[in-house]
């Protein structure tokens, strides 16, 4: 058996790609952080060819897991256990962060577990950019163009010694909300200016004002996001909305953010992270 832990990813706004042609070069332009919060993933090969995945203690289809398994192990079996400390569907980057660490177990190579793990996100219906982001130098990283590989990520000197993530609402439907060409070609406008006026102006306000203004343009936020990053900001507090969950990141410790949006929102204390996806054991 092997196992791995991968760091989650939050995407704070983006450029989605055409859609067509090799996973090297599909993906997209963006800016995210990586989070403390992640996945760990074991791995365990059965003698019978069929594949279990387990996530959060129960079985699931899980997309992403078996298109990863179908370019790495074709035809083997294997016991696939899932488990994250933040919930998964909610913009926090769990599906890249388990393809991931779940790459790690089965591959060789970092460079061929990197590749494997962005195209089965992507193939699986997870995250476009996540896997790119989780590649990046540093804790914030800009993705300069789609896809995985030398010239596509730079790092920034953002770095979050606290960070609260927020669960405002029902889950959003990443695939759905691309599929409608009205919104993706809204947020394909406001991505490419997004990126375009982040660039050599990356600093956390900054961060924090061109997120919010993607998020406004594009309509994607939903009635309890406005609302919520509308009172964080009238308490001098910097959110923006993770892309695509019905959640926000947040410049703020957890207690402080209960004390603007209620204790009983759904929050999880974090930070940034400079970690790296690596093995736990193996064999």
Known sequence: MASAFCPGHVTCFFQPDGGEGDYRLRGSRGAGIRISAGTEVSADERADG???VVIGGVDSDAPVTRALLARLAPGRGYDV?????????EGFGMSAAGAMALALCLADG????TYAAHAADIEGGGGL???????GPSDVNIRLAPGIGEGCVAGTDIRFGRLTLAVLGPKINTGALLSRRPVRDSIVAAGR???DGFIGSEGVRNLFAVSNRFSSLTG???PEVTDAIRRLREAGIMSGMCMLGNSLFIDASEGEV????????EAYACSSTSERAHIIRRG
């Open 193 to 195: 200016e997004a990126v």
């Open 81 to 89: 256990v899932v488990e994250s400390s933040v919930p998964c569907g």
């Open 220 to 222: 994607v936020e939903s």
């Open 50 to 52: 069929r594949v279990r």
């Open 110 to 113: 970092g460079e061929e577990a």
């Open 258 to 265: 209960r004390e603007v949006l209620g204790e009983n929102v």
């Open 129 to 135: 950019g996540d896997i790119a982001g989780l590649s």
